[in-house]
């Protein structure tokens, strides 16, 4: 890696993208520096990934360029997919990325003897150190420390990497970026599929490298945490702002400038409104001494049609203010989603009782066990723990889809359970999301359409198959679904797994406005502050219970 006094640092010139003449990407320049951790933000679909993908070497942009400094900076990119071969074993994987340990140490020997009778050689200097990075990767001791930190030391050399579940495959490909001794890190979304103790220890980590960081997030307290600035990328007009701080910071200073835009605008609708009022009045004054005189009255007609004159004049400035350059826009409404639940049916006071619970699969012992657990109407429950730890099965035991190993699950006898599953497979491939909605309610084809329309599904996103959704897309439809079907209690798997930051925020403006009773499995620290009254932590097989508020507070 480079001295801590080297100036290293990517930058952004310019740079633009389109596909098939839509623009991605419009004239996009910014830094990240050493020890700048950058969080680039937007909604899904606005570019982050390309945009990353263009740093990395990975694809081209149409025109502008990046620039690296020293030119023989090491970049580490972690993309969103785990990008290697599924059926590779570790230790297969490892030496790919790594090399042969010998022969690399004589690589490294014959560039350092060159170096030394041509000290001021750049292509020598730039080699060199990228033969003592792939000896650092192919170093064993390394190798382990890097995979035992991120909890990986215990994954058998021959088990095959695509058989590790979604956080391993994440630590893994994290892991193989740190390999390269990078100095500067391109992390596309690196908290998708890891339980809050590992992004805990992502966070520490990532606030002791000391070179630069740019990623990709939709965990708003992860970017609090981690970054000292935030990139935000505007889907309508494709360019990128910066703005100092957290993610809380540049909400504080969003919200500020579109509440002083709204009023500016709300000011000049006010402005032209009265001007044109003006005009009105002063070409009627004119017209009506027109009609209420004769040609004998010479004076007063001079009069009135000067009165028409300055209409005329005040006209052309309304026209000129209009096409003034300097004229505030309406701002346009940046959040994604805009969903209303509608007044679930009633419910009574005991929701959900576990007697003795536990919970797996056959053949094997129980993932948790003896749970004796209750919720309440009202009660917004979050589960949480480690990643197989059983948080998924017990959603699905209580949704009637799994059989208890022991124990009984009760359901109150008003509650009508909405189930919306981690991988959305309920959802039907074959069928439009319009068919799916009319099927669980009673609406004719214009008020379904009108009710999708709240989930973002417009003109003829409606008649897709679910087949042809995005993880994002089945969400939204998901939800829609339980909505139109009237549930009081809702059990949720990872429901805000697939969406960006703005739907985010607008999902947890319609639960807070849901009046049932909800359990979900949430890992966005962000979302369990705003939204639940009680926490579940699931581990070592039983589950901890933890009130954050009083349910009746909200």
Not at 5 to 22: E, S, V
Not at 95 to 106: K, S, T
Not at 134 to 148: E, F, K, M, S, Y
Request: proline share 5%.
């Amino acid at each position: 890696m480079l001295s801590s006094t080297h100036p290293a640092a990517l930058t952004a010139h310019q740079l633009t993208k389109a596909y098939h003449l839509t623009p991605i990407l419009k004239d996009v320049s910014f830094s990240v520096n050493r020890g700048e951790r950058a969080a680039l933000i937007g909604p899904n679909g606005c570019g982050k990934t390309t945009l990353l993908r263009i740093l990395a070497g990975e694809l081209p942009a149409d025109s502008g360029h990046v620039s690296l400094a020293p030119a023989g900076l090491r970049l580490g990119y972690l993309p969103q997919a785990f990008p290697h071969d599924p059926h590779l074993t570790l230790d297969n994987l490892l030496g790919q990325v790594g090399g042969n340990l010998a022969h690399l140490e004589n690589q490294l020997g014959e560039l350092a003897q060159a170096l030394a009778h041509d000290p001021g050689r750049e292509t020598l200097q730039i080699a060199y150190d990228q033969a003592l990075t792939r000896l650092n990767q192919a170093n064993p001791g390394r190798v382990h420390t890097i995979l035992a930190s991120l909890g990986l030391a215990g994954i058998p050399g021959q088990q095959r990497v695509g058989t590790l579940s979604g956080g391993q495959k994440t630590r893994l490909a994290l892991a193989l970026a740190l390999l390269n001794n990078p100095d500067l890190l391109l992390l596309d979304e690196p908290t998708n599929h890891l339980d809050i103790s590992m992004i805990e220890w992502l966070e520490a980590w990532l606030d002791s490298f000391s070179g630069g960081i740019l990623f990709v997030s939709h965990d708003r307290t992860f970017i609090d945490r981690v970054a000292t600035k935030v990139l935000d990328l505007d889907p309508h007009t494709q360019t990128l702002r910066e703005y100092p701080g957290g993610y809380s910071d540049y909400l504080a200073i969003y919200h500020s400038e579109r509440d002083k835009q709204w009023s500016a605008w709300r000011d000049q609708v006010y402005e032209v409104r009265r001007m044109r009022q003006d005009i009105a009045r002063t070409r009627e004054q004119a017209n009506w001494v027109e009609r209420n005189t004769t040609p004998r009255q010479p004076g007063v007609r001079r009069y009135a049609k000067k009165v028409a004159r300055k209409a005329k004049s005040r006209e052309k400035k309304l026209d000129r203010y209009l096409a003034a350059a300097d004229r505030v826009e309406k701002p346009t409404r940046s959040w994604q989603m805009k969903l209303d639940f509608a007044e679930p049916a009633h419910l009574g006071q005991q929701v959900l009782t576990l007697e003795g619970l536990a919970v797996g699969y056959p053949g094997r012992d129980p993932l948790l066990s003896n749970l004796n657990l209750d919720i309440q109407a009202g009660q917004r429950v979050v589960l949480t723990g480690p990643n197989g730890c059983g948080k998924t099965t017990l959603l699905r035991t209580i949704a009637g889809q799994l059989a208890p190993c022991a124990g009984r699950v009760h359901l109150g006898h008003s509650v009508r359970l909405g189930y919306m599953s981690q991988e959305q497979e309920q959802l039907d491939p074959q069928h439009s999301a319009l068919a799916m909605l009319q099927r669980v309610a009673p609406l004719n084809e214009t008020d379904a359409r009108s009710f999708l329309h709240f989930f973002l599904f417009s003109g003829d996103d409606a008649l897709r198959p679910g087949r042809d959704l995005s993880f994002g897309e089945r969400a939204r439809l998901s939800l829609a679904l339980l909505v139109a079907a009237g549930c009081n209690f809702l059990i949720l798997d990872e429901p805000i797994n697939h969406l960006d930051i703005p739907s985010r925020s607008r999902f947890e403006e319609a639960l807070a406005q849901f009046e049932g009773t909800i359990l979900a499995v949430v890992h966005d620290r962000y979302f369990i502050q705003q939204f639940a009254t009680d926490l579940w932590l699931a581990g070592s097989g039983q589950i901890e219970t933890r009130i954050l508020r009083d349910s009746t507070d909200d």
